[in-house]
């Protein structure tokens, strides 16, 4: 909830860093200014009703706001104050991970900034005043597509070729990456419907891939309706290091198997995500629904491996310009890295 509050009880902020180094937090000290009103002046039920009203007016003017901005007053761990243009100065809650990837030293008294809030009034990114969020409606209404219901079937487990789209089914071909290999013959190729377990038999003919499957090759599935893999053929695959690729094959099935807690076991310690340092698994998975988010489930479970490309920094499972995970070249492939970037400066 936002509030306005009087120009005579703004507080004065501290500003230390973390103990880390690797990110920055607020403190505020509070310090009461103003005179203290005569009792004759008023009375406790005056004052509880005044204060109700102006809560209540304040609260109905600022319910719809998506932005304010002004200058910074105060700052602490877990709010902010801003002043705008027009004298109002309004008390601001922040969510966890608030984004203030665009400010350069983090948040600091007297500096011009625009706050975006969410629905509850809360914030969520801060930015120095006149710059704008690129592509904030489409990010927004790429979250919003990924309904709850598409969520659960993203996260079903590994899909079999009943579970696959009409247009692939009637195809009866399917192009990915060889994540896991079974002793049961089962083959698991991550597709862009997701992973998809085959049965690759003694009968699938195998001569265009050399007679084996192995872990890390691109390959397009012939299948027939009950999933078994008719033939196999060599496909071109971005990533030039199996091993890369299995690494991230491992984390999709985290994501479909809604297994949150391999996941974690695979992060290296201490994890920073959207600004919020994180010191081990226990405390990332308390944050689970903050980070596996609608749109980054759907951005990691139908990555194309065939065409993710290996960055300097390693492989961004996901969007460079939305959800992504990263995992890096130099850890054995550990995950050492998650965001979700969706402001950029020009």
């Not at 699938?204 to 078994?228: H, I, L, Q, W, Y």
Request: net charge negative; hydrophobic share 40%.
């Amino acid at each position: 909830m936002k509030r306005k509050i009087s120009d005579g009880s703004i507080k004065q902020v501290i500003k230390r860093g973390s103990a880390a180094g690797l990110i920055m937090l607020l403190f505020g000290t509070s310090i009461a200014c103003g005179k203290k009103p005569k009792a004759e002046e008023t009375t406790a039920a005056t004052t509880a009703a005044t204060e109700a009203s102006t809560e209540a007016e304040t609260t109905e003017a600022a319910k719809d706001e998506k932005e304010i901005t002004g200058k910074v007053v105060d700052a602490a761990m877990h709010s902010l104050v801003l002043e705008d243009k027009d004298g109002n100065t309004y008390e601001l809650s922040e969510v966890d991970g608030v984004d203030i990837s665009m400010l350069q030293g983090g948040v600091e008294v007297g500096m011009d900034v625009t706050v975006e809030l969410d629905s509850h009034g809360d914030v969520i990114s801060i930015r120095p005043a006149g710059t704008d969020l690129v592509g904030e409606t489409e990010e927004a209404e790429s979250e919003a597509a990924v309904s709850s219901d598409e969520v659960k079937q993203l996260q079903s487990g590994v899909k079999t070729v009943a579970d696959l789209s009409y247009d692939i089914q009637n195809a009866g071909a399917v192009s990915g990456v060889v994540i896991e290999v079974s002793g049961e013959d089962g083959t698991i190729v991550q597709t862009v419907e997701g992973p998809v377990e085959f049965t690759v038999s003694k009968e699938t003919d195998k001569s265009a891939v050399g007679g084996k499957v192995n872990p890390g090759d691109g390959v397009r599935v012939f299948f027939n309706e009950d999933g078994d893999a008719l033939s196999l053929e060599s496909m071109d695959v971005s990533i030039n290091n199996p091993e890369a690729a299995v690494a991230a094959g491992e984390v999709i099935l985290d994501f479909a198997n809604n297994d949150f807690k391999s996941f974690a076991g695979k992060v290296q310690y201490p994890i920073l995500i959207d600004g919020k340092e994180y010191k081990d698994a226990e405390a990332l998975e308390k944050a689970k629904d903050n980070i596996w988010t609608p749109g980054l489930i759907k951005a990691v479970v139908t990555e194309d491996l065939l065409k993710t490309a290996a960055k300097d920094a390693g492989i961004f499972i996901g969007k460079d310009d939305g959800p992504y995970v990263l995992i890096n070249n130099d850890m054995v492939f550990e995950i050492s890295g998650i965001a979700v970037r969706k402001i950029v400066q020009n």
